[in-house]
């Protein structure tokens, strides 16, 4: 027997269905007259069209509660957007990319419909990366114990995304409320679905997973799509656990207006993908079962269009975004650390190792804010914590809610935490973005959204994320427990990266970056861990400021720009210097390479005027050459010798302790350099 | 009195159209097969049928027709004890196994719940496909059609069902 389901022809009262219909055709005069505006270069230039799609866009949107659910729309939602309650207005300020676009101000691609103050998320061009996002956010909401479900939504085709099973996976395993719509057009660009997977209805290759409910609907049809909706919100909302719903759509045009469709599907196929158009059905039906007399029907048309004229002159007398502004929002401010505002102190006592700062610090900061989580591979288990145990005694301490281990997904663990932070401004997340700095690889596509998050709305969502990352050589480690990846990451806008070499730095670093709003990379240098070269005495409320450098021995004959691990070897460098050539060696921890303290660098140069930049990373495209750079520019009038550099060479470090020492620097490696320069 | 029977399917297609005029043919002079345009046809018209063959072929992933579907909610109110039904489809167990005419166990099962009583059942012996919502108690819940890849089995199949027919009507 057939269950009566909740909207049908006739059963939905006609206030509401006169509401769908003015969606849908609004919609769809808005996906219409999208390419106009490319074709007068007014914009526009990158649109999807929705068509085909319109059943499952206007249940997404309807079903959506800007108070308690979050959207991820993707670039093809339109409809689900106006439907969520975004005006035409506001579509075509995305669209013509105008300083009032509520997504971002122009900034972000257009098409990629948003409105983060109503949770309707500003999501990546980067397919289906933001299911990774909903889930992080769902877990907010099942802790924080709200009533709402997260709802993401893509094409069929992006589903093939690795992280897009990594992210049901992880709302399964979590038994969190997330629906993740596939919207089934059957195309990913030109390529056809089965060229992605051998099911064809994608949804069915995650029929293993436990607690997940699969739905499958006609996204072309407004009531099936409404129904399907509606009992996937009921599912996870009241089982706090995660749905799919597969909506067959078609898709009646092309992919985007890049793409000729012309070009792969033939004239039987269009022209039955023209016969099965949604809003045609919809208005079929609205007269067959005389819930509307065509007169209604074209009154609410014609209205439309009035609409529609009145958005578009709202659009062209936008004001565009001021280039000016291309600095604003790249990064949120940091915690000002005003107790240390040098990131110095004369504090005296124990020492303390680096490991023990780390483990403190983190401990001191939860107690401090019970809006702090902590994750990763291999956080937690009894009495380990972490792969090198900094986080011991922490899930003991706070609880599996808040201290807790992820799957080995590394992008997982990344983009739940773009997710999670979404909730609200208060939540700081901390996670060990691997196991080894090594291992970050694949959270690399995360990583870069996420620095991208803060600028592309406009300063509306700051990702507040501290990036745990042990890394560097100097144990053996071989190619994959050996990396530096500091300088590739300090490519991109948008994330702060520190790099401490002592106990007292890296808690105090650590405080400021779990403290702060924005993402920052924590940087550990692990063979530091527990050696004792890098105590320190740590005060308890100890703070360093970004870009704060720390000149670690004071010297006039020459200047040393180092960090990390090459910073206690520049140390020892310039102590058997002064005994050898009777010459002052200034060794300058930059600690923070993204903001670099260039005022301490060229002060430094000034008095000096000999240049040595060491670090541990390749030489060959490593940071070094940004801070070389950076002293050519802007100090070259103080130079006496060419800014020389120090580093490993440019091949991986091999794991014979022979190979890995002839690839990282070390002291005697320092000490020619130095000594070429000071006789320079 | 010749048995009258209401042969419903679409005059747009090309494929169902033409099987169904082997349907029709294989009934023969005895039987008074009344061709109907599901695109036009309203509650009273279907209901005026005691006997129905229907045509459905299945589109997409597993789905009906448009102008079955939009005739759907029509259907959820009707009463439908004492009528007979039929249903052929069309369906392509190469390129879509996992969803081998559906269509034919979409509409059937919404008829069955209003009361009809379905007749001509198939064997799914010879064909190979994975799944099929048509398919209960390991019997297709009408004929499928697969001209797509056994156009040569088509006339055979059609004659023995409407045979098989002729009995259960």
């Known amino acids: ?680 | 009195m010749m048995t009258k029977i209401g042969l419903i399917y679409s005059f747009n297609t090309i494929k169902t159209s033409k099987n169904a005029e082997k349907v029709k043919k294989a009934f023969g002079k005895d039987y008074d097969v009344e061709m109907v345009n599901v695109e036009e046809i309203d509650e009273d018209s279907f209901l005026s049928y005691k006997n129905m063959v229907l045509g459905v072929p299945t589109w997409f992933d597993g789905e009906l027709p448009n102008y079955w579907d939009e005739f759907m909610p029509a259907i959820d109110d009707m009463k439908l004890k004492g009528k007979k039904v039929a249903l052929f489809g069309l369906g392509d167990q190469v390129g879509y196994p996992e969803n081998f005419v559906d269509a034919i166990g979409l509409l059937a099962i919404a008829l069955e719940d209003r009361g009809a009583k379905l007749i001509g059942f198939t064997s799914p012996e010879g064909y190979t496909y994975e799944r099929s919502a048509a398919l209960r108690d390991g019997q297709f819940l009408g004929l499928a059609l697969d001209i797509e890849n056994q156009a040569a089995l088509t006339d055979e199949r059609i004659k023995a069902w409407v045979e098989q027919l002729k009995k259960e009507f």
């Open chain 1, 1 to 680: 027997m057939t269950v009566k389901k909740k909207y049908s022809i006739k059963g939905t009262p006609k206030k509401l269905l006169s509401e769908w219909f003015n969606l849908m055709t609004l919609g769809r005069a808005l996906d219409e007259k999208a390419p106009n505006y490319l074709k007068q270069a007014i914009g526009w230039s990158y649109h999807a069209p929705y068509a085909g799609h319109d059943g499952i866009q206007l249940a997404i949107g309807q079903i959506f509660d800007r108070k308690t659910d979050h959207l991820f729309p993707y670039y093809r939602d339109m409809l689900t957007s106006l439907s969520a309650g975004l005006t035409a207005e506001e579509v075509i300020f995305n669209g013509i990319s105008k300083d009032n676009d509520v997504a971002g101000g122009g900034r972000h691609m257009s098409n990629h419909f948003a409105k983060p103050e109503w949770n309707v998320h500003n999501v990546s061009s980067c397919t289906g990366n933001h299911t990774l996002h909903a889930v992080g956010i769902a877990r907010a909401v099942k802790h924080y114990k709200g009533k709402g479900v997260a709802i993401s939504s893509q094409g069929e085709s992006s589903v093939s995304e690795g992280y897009v099973y990594e992210a049901i996976n992880g709302a399964s395993k979590e038994q969190l409320p997330v629906i993740f719509v596939f919207q089934d057009n059957g195309y990913g660009i030109s390529v056809p679905k089965k060229d992605q997977t051998a099911n064809r209805k994608v949804a069915d290759n995650f029929k293993g997973l436990k607690y997940l409910k699969i739905f499958h609907c006609n996204g072309k049809d407004v009531f099936d799509s409404m129904n399907t909706m509606t009992e996937a919100k009921a599912y996870a909302a009241e089982n706090q656990m995660p749905a799919i719903v597969q909506a067959n759509c078609v898709r009646m045009g092309s992919h985007s207006n890049s793409d000729k469709h012309e070009l792969y599907r033939d004239n039987a196929e269009l022209s039955y993908v023209e016969k099965y158009d949604p809003l045609a059905k919809f208005r079929r039906l609205l007269i067959r079962y005389k819930r509307f007399t065509e007169a209604e029907l074209v009154k609410i048309e014609d209205d439309v269009k009035l609409q529609v004229k009145k958005a578009h002159r709202a659009g062209l007398t936008a004001p565009d975004p001021d280039p000016n502004s291309i600095h604003d929002f790249v990064i949120p401010d940091a915690y000002p650390a005003e107790k240390y505002p040098e990131g110095l102190h004369n504090e005296t006592g124990e020492p303390k190792k680096l490991i023990e700062g780390l483990n403190e610090t983190l401990k001191a900061e939860f107690r401090n804010n019970p809006d702090t989580f902590i994750w990763g591979q291999d956080i937690a288990n009894k009495d380990k914590g972490g792969i090198f145990n900094v986080s011991k005694g922490m899930q003991q301490e706070f609880g599996i809610e808040r201290v807790f281990n992820a799957p080995i997904a590394e992008d997982f663990i990344m983009g739940t935490a773009n997710g999670m932070s979404r909730f609200n401004d208060k939540i700081r997340i901390v996670v060990e973005g691997a196991e080894f700095a090594d291992y970050f690889w694949p959270a690399m596509e995360q990583f870069v959204e996420t620095t991208h998050e803060y600028w592309r709305t406009k300063g509306q969502y700051s990702p507040n994320i501290t990036v745990r990352l042990a890394s560097g050589g100097y144990i053996g480690g071989g190619l994959y427990h050996s990396q530096n990846i500091e300088g590739a990451l300090a490519t991109f806008p948008g994330v702060r990266i520190v790099y401490p070499s002592y106990a007292d730095d890296a808690a105090g670093l650590l405080r400021t970056s779990i403290r702060s709003k924005g993402m920052t990379v924590f940087m550990e240098p692990k063979a530091l861990y527990n050696d004792p070269k890098a105590q320190a005495v740590v005060p308890d409320d100890f703070e360093v400021p970004f870009g704060k450098a720390r000149v670690r021995r004071e010297g006039t004959d020459l200047t040393i720009v180092t960090y990390g691990n090459t910073t206690h070897m520049c140390v020892e460098v310039a102590d058997q210097i002064v005994k050898d050539l009777g010459k002052n060696v200034e060794v300058i921890d930059i600690r923070t390479l993204v903001p670099l303290d260039k005022e301490t660098i060229i002060k430094s140069v000034a008095k000096t005027n000999k240049v040595l930049v060491v670090h541990e990373d390749k030489v060959f495209a490593g940071f070094g050459g940004e801070i070389a750079a950076t002293i050519t520019e802007e100090a070259f009038k103080h130079l006496d010798a060419p800014v020389r550099r120090v580093g490993s060479t440019f091949t991986p470090v091999g794991f014979n302790r022979i190979l890995e020492k002839a690839t990282l620097p070390n002291t005697d490696k320092i000490y020619a350099a130095a000594k070429d320069l000071l006789d320079y």
